[in-house]
Every structure is written in structure tokens, then in C-alpha cells.
């Protein structure tokens, strides 16, 4: 009669509970958050930065650890994620957005998101169209690719070997990252809620400044302002730790950052605003606009406070404050009769609406001569100069000092 050696047993089943490494359960929380931040660390740094945007490049060591760790950690194929990307910025905010809120509502996007990914993954013109430049050497095509969900299979045994039982919880922590991350909060709430720094053509938004969980893809704002620039963060109260990792590689040379978003350069105000000055506004459109939107919030805020000495109502203005720097378009249909009734009664209001709007076209109008354009933005800045209205007066002479 066979009897169990107790003692195997009994090893066997606290090897089942604890692992081989019996860790404390803040320690197998901090190595879950550790592995997890190295997936997004992955993700943004390799998958959107390097190879979606071209915006780096970075040297064999890293490249090759970022793709055996998307390996393990996703199973994600890089050409898959690359080309659904760059489709997302191609057709941003279209129906032929892979996932954008806009179209698809958000709570699809929250909670359908991983799912989206998957059915786009298969779309064959997709692929072909948007995966090119994507890594196509031997381990990519027999290994990451052919066997792309062998790679999370290993870190499930790798996790239950290591802590026991509890290496389940570890793992799907693990894989529900990105998806609740990426495919939920960025692609999801980075295009339907947070704070704006630029009137990108599209619905994208800053969910926080401090991009630290996400490693920096919070400021999705700023990257659809900027899509080809390597570093997220353009405000002093930003925070893109992908970036740090990146300086920090860039030190040892496993980096090489090709762009950074541009930053306006303000030097002698010019007399009269030339092709320079032009060539200054069309190159940092989006931070003049952002300046511009400043100027308005603050007339704004001047016609409040004469109104409230004045003892008068302020509710249209104040409820339309909110929307004045904002594209026409991207006001919601239910705010705009109040943008409509505020610039009625404010002339001031009404008066720099349309001249931003004019001057929003300068770049616009792709017909127009270069010579043709620089006349049209001297006497732009000579008529704002003339308006009589101190803020709109304040940046004419700031967009003549303004550099390339």
C-alpha cells in the first residue's frame, strides 16, 4: 500500500501557498506595482514614443528589454499596437477611430476598450496601412508575434511559482493594467474629460498634471498638440516621468530624442509684424492661440468686474467665460446661445472672438501667398493695436517680439 511521504506533501502545499520566495503581502504589492509601471514605462517609451511617433530612437539593450517585457507582461504585438495608434491619430474623433469617445460614447470606450483594440487588430488594411517601420526581425516573427500569448502564460507560472496562490491576483493585476490604463482611462477619459492647453483639432484633454501612473500619458493634450515630440510635459506644474526615464537613457546613450514640443521665443519687438513674425505664428500656433485664449479669459474677467460694481447681472458671462477660447466648434451645442448672448451684449467680448478667429485662419488659408499673409497679419496686429481694447492691445505687441 502506497503512503504519502508527509513531508513532501506538506512542502509541496506551503510551496502552493507562499511561493518559493514567502513574502510579506507589501512586498508582493510593491513588486506588482513595480512590474506594472515597467509595463506602462514599455509602453510609452517603446510602443507610442519610439516606434507609433518616431520621436526617438532608442539603442539595441532597451528596445529589446521593452519588447521581451511587452511580451510577458501584455501580450501585445507590436506592429498590432503601432498601426491602431497611428490610425487614432489619422481619423482622431472620425467613425473611423479605432476608439475614440466621441463617436463611440464613453462608457464603450471605458469598458470596451481592450475589446476595440482586439477587433481593430484584425482589420488586414489597417495593419498594412499604419504598421509599417514596425520591428519584422527573427524573434519578432517566431517568438513575440507567432506565440504573443505564450509570453503572459510564463509570468502566470512565473507569479505563482514565486508567491503561491496569491501569484493569481499578482498576475491579473498585471494583465488588466494596460487594459484599464490605456485602452479605459487614456483613450476613454483622455478625450472626453480633464484640462486643455491647446486647441488641438480633435477632443483630447490633460487628465492630471502629474503623469506618473501612466508614466506621462496622462498629458494627452499636449502629445495631440505635439504628436512627433518626445516629451509630454510643456508646464512648469507637469510632471512626464516616461521623459525622466528617457533623459536618463539619453545620458548613457541608449537614447536619442529626435523632437521636443517647440517653445515660442519672444525677443525685440519688431516694428511692424513681417514674414519673421509669421513664420513665428504659424511655426507656434498652438501657444499663441493658448496666450490669445489667456487675453480672452481675462477681458472676461475685466467685463465681470465692471458689471459687478456696476451692479448688473453676470450670469451669461460668467457661464460663457468658461467657452470664449475655445474653437467655435468645440463649444457643446448648449453652452453656445450663451456664448452667442454674451458677445451680443459685450462688444469687447465679440470684438476679440473675431479677431481670433481671423487670426486662427492666417495658417489656414493655404492659397494665400507667404507675402500676401505677412500683410494680412500686419494689419491684423495694426487693427488690434488700433481696437482701443487693453488685453487684445497687450498681445499685438507680444506677437512682434514672438521668434521661430
Known amino acids: 500500500m502506497f503512503l504519502p511521504d508527509w513531508a513532501v506533501l506538506n512542502a509541496a502545499i506551503d510551496l502552493l501557498a507562499h511561493g518559493l520566495l514567502d513574502l510579506s503581502w507589501w512586498q508582493i504589492v510593491l513588486y506588482t506595482l513595480v512590474t506594472t509601471h515597467i509595463t506602462i514605462a514599455s509602453v510609452t517609451i517603446f510602443l507610442h514614443r519610439t516606434q507609433a511617433h518616431r520621436a526617438m530612437d532608442l539603442g539595441r539593450i532597451p528596445s529589446h528589454f521593452f519588447r521581451f517585457w511587452l511580451w510577458l507582461g501584455t501580450g501585445m504585438v507590436t506592429k498590432e499596437w503601432v498601426a491602431i495608434h497611428r490610425k487614432h491619430h489619422a481619423k482622431c474623433e472620425t467613425e473611423d477611430d479605432p476608439h475614440s469617445p466621441q463617436t463611440r460614447g464613453i462608457e464603450t470606450v471605458l469598458w470596451r476598450g481592450a475589446e476595440l483594440y482586439r477587433e481593430e487588430a484584425k482589420n488586414k488594411e489597417t495593419m498594412a496601412k499604419f504598421g509599417h517601420g514596425t520591428p519584422d526581425d527573427w524573434i519578432e516573427r517566431n517568438l513575440y508575434t507567432r506565440f504573443s500569448w505564450q509570453g503572459v502564460g510564463l509570468m502566470l507560472i512565473l507569479n505563482v511559482a514565486l508567491f503561491g496562490a496569491i501569484g493569481l491576483t499578482v498576475w491579473a493585476v498585471q494583465m488588466l493594467w494596460i487594459p484599464i490604463t490605456a485602452a479605459g482611462v487614456i483613450n476613454g477619459i483622455g478625450h472626453y474629460w480633464g484640462y486643455r492647453n491647446f486647441e488641438a483639432p480633435d477632443a483630447s484633454t490633460n487628465i492630471v498634471p502629474w503623469g506618473v501612473l501612466i508614466g ?30 528617457i533623459s536618463l537613457m539619453q545620458k548613457i546613450g541608449w537614447a536619442k530624442v529626435k523632437k521636443v514640443p517647440p517653445k515660442l521665443r519672444l525677443g525685440a519687438v519688431r516694428p511692424v509684424a513681417d514674414e519673421k513674425t509669421l513664420e513665428a505664428l504659424i511655426a507656434h500656433r498652438y501657444e499663441v492661440m493658448a496666450q490669445y485664449g489667456r487675453e480672452l ?96 492691445q497687450q498681445f499685438a505687441v507680444g506677437l512682434r517680439s514672438a521668434h521661430a
Open 216 to 245: 506621462g500619458e496622462e498629458l494627452h493634450n499636449n502629445h495631440h498638440t505635439y504628436p512627433t515630440a518626445a516629451k509630454f510635459s510643456v508646464k512648469k506644474y507637469e510632471f512626464d516621468i516616461g521623459w525622466v526615464y
Open 297 to 392: 479669459r481675462r477681458a472676461c474677467k475685466d467685463e465681470i468686474a465692471v458689471l459687478k460694481a456696476r451692479g448688473h447681472d453676470l450670469g451669461t458671462l460668467k457661464g460663457a467665460r468658461r467657452w470664449v477660447h475655445r474653437d467655435a466648434d468645440r463649444v457643446p451645442a448648449s453652452f453656445r446661445p450663451q456664448v452667442a448672448q454674451a458677445r451680443e451684449a459685450h462688444p469687447v467680448l465679440d470684438k476679440m472672438l473675431t479677431m481670433r478667429e481671423e487670426l486662427r485662419q492666417m495658417w489656414l488659408n493655404t492659397h494665400v501667398s507667404r507675402e500676401q499673409l505677412a500683410a494680412d497679419l500686419a494689419a491684423w496686429c495694426r487693427r488690434a493695436e488700433e481696437s482701443g481694447i487693453a488685453r487684445l
